[in-house]
């Protein structure tokens, strides 16, 4: 019977576990960037009881006894597919219609991969998120042609990207008193009609982060990841180039949360807490009756 008591409580816990994954899926039903999330159960432990043994000659064979001791959290996952465009109609906002990241660095130094693409530029004329860090960028990229474009950018920031990697990568500051119709292009390349003239100009170059196992990447929150031991060899390019997806500007990405599917599972969970407690009510009533019988 104690036993089924520690199972009961191990399987509360791990349900207790995915409805917390759950209710926060839903919290951020709404949340642009967000990947949605699921929790997976697996067995604990078994005693073995009787071993198995082999037939022979006049016996035939038996086959191993094995109490099990419940359940716990097996992983906790994070889905990264594609979601939907949702339009803002804002020039600098960006959705990544594919996959990669933007890589970003914050005034700690810290540097993290985020898909939220709500952009500004400061009165520096620095390229920065909403959390205010900086969205790094390639002082240089070779296209499917060969060609070689250079965005003149000072280099701001240097890292590396988890691995021990060195990154060509600088934080994206623009002279916007110097320039009108400053555009962010599909490719990533950000142009500018310099003043008092009709010349288009390269000002700078976002930076697509290709991770080859985006599973392995850690939230840090604020809509922000950070690379693991897992991620494998990270690399940059321009949009719409080594598997990256192009930029579509004017809209932020939508969260990939099913909501047909929480509430199936927040169902399920309950029932499945719920029977966990009756297992330990049960319990309780039979050691209660051992006890009674002493009476």
Do not use: C, W
Request: net charge negative.
């Amino acid at each position: 019977m104690m036993k089924a008591l520690y199972s009961g409580v191990s399987g509360m816990r791990s349900h207790q576990t995915k409805m917390d994954v759950i209710g926060n899926n839903i919290a951020n039903v709404n949340t642009n960037g967000y990947k949605t999330q699921r929790a997976t159960f697996r067995d604990v432990y078994y005693q073995t009881m009787s071993n198995p043994s082999q037939a022979a000659t006049g016996i035939g064979g038996t086959n191993s006894s094995q109490v099990g001791y419940g359940a716990q959290i097996a992983s906790v996952d994070t889905i990264h597919t594609l979601s939907g465009y949702s339009p803002t109609n804002k020039e600098t906002d960006l959705y990544i219609n594919g996959e990669g990241y933007l890589k970003v660095i914050d005034a700690s130094g810290e540097m993290y991969y985020t898909r939220y693409g709500a952009l500004n530029f400061d009165s520096e004329g620095q390229l920065v998120d909403s959390n205010g860090s900086i969205v790094l960028g390639l002082n240089s990229v070779i296209d499917a042609s060969g060609t070689v474009t250079t965005a003149v950018v000072p280099k701001t920031a240097e890292g590396t990207d988890g691995k021990g990697i060195q990154d060509t990568l600088v934080g994206i500051k623009i002279p916007i008193n110097d320039y009108s119709n400053i555009t962010i292009n599909s490719d990533g390349t950000i142009t500018g009609v310099k003043t008092g003239t009709d010349t288009i100009e390269t000002l700078g170059l976002i930076a697509i982060a290709t991770v080859p196992n985006q599973a392995a990447l850690k939230l840090e929150g604020s809509s922000y990841y950070v690379a693991g031991n897992n991620t494998g060899t990270i690399t940059y390019h321009a949009a719409g180039l080594g598997g990256s997806g192009a930029l579509v500007t004017g809209g932020l990405e939508m969260s990939n949360v099913d909501l047909a599917n929480e509430f199936s599972d927040m169902i399920i969970t309950q029932r499945g807490f719920q029977a966990n407690t009756k297992i330990i009510s049960v319990v309780d009533q039979m050691l209660e009756e051992l006890v009674n019988l002493k009476r």
